[in-house]
């Protein structure tokens, strides 16, 4: 059976090379319909002021294309248990990337703990469930 992640999910990510940024506010807002998946986010940095980025995503494993601020972003979205595995491809020009997330709820379905892997790197990001 598949996890609902719908709700709306804040946290503050400190200071890290993986984002390349200073510490931010993260707030992501999902809306999970199985096999639809719908994920608009919310970054706000210190000199970068509010950032939006609006991802749609199919749980089967079926690719989705978005082409968003100059790039190409492919994902695949697929469950592992009551794990999702987001595996992301995106392209600008030549520069190509490839970001594989898994996302998971933990402390009763009140924390969405997202592990994002990048370059060789991993990093964790733990959001609280936000009331109303």
Not at 32 to 48: F, I, K, N
Not at 62 to 71: A, K
Request: aromatic share 8%; proline share 2%; charged share 20%.
């Amino acid at each position: 059976m598949a996890v609902d992640f719908s709700g709306r999910w804040r946290g503050e990510v400190p200071v890290d090379e993986f984002f390349r940024v200073t510490s931010f506010t993260l707030l992501v807002t999902i809306e999970h319909l199985e096999p639809l998946l719908q994920r608009t986010t919310v970054m706000s940095a210190p000199g970068y002021g509010l950032q939006h980025l609006l991802m749609n995503y199919l749980t089967t494993g079926s690719e989705v294309v978005r082409v968003t601020h100059g790039m190409t972003i492919r994902t695949q979205a697929h469950w592992e248990g009551r794990e999702l595995v987001l595996n992301t491809d995106i392209q600008m020009g030549r520069y190509q990337q490839r970001v594989v997330a898994r996302w998971r709820l933990r402390g009763r379905g009140k924390i969405l703990t997202m592990q994002i892997e990048r370059n060789g790197k991993k990093n964790t990001i733990s959001l609280g469930r936000c009331n109303g």
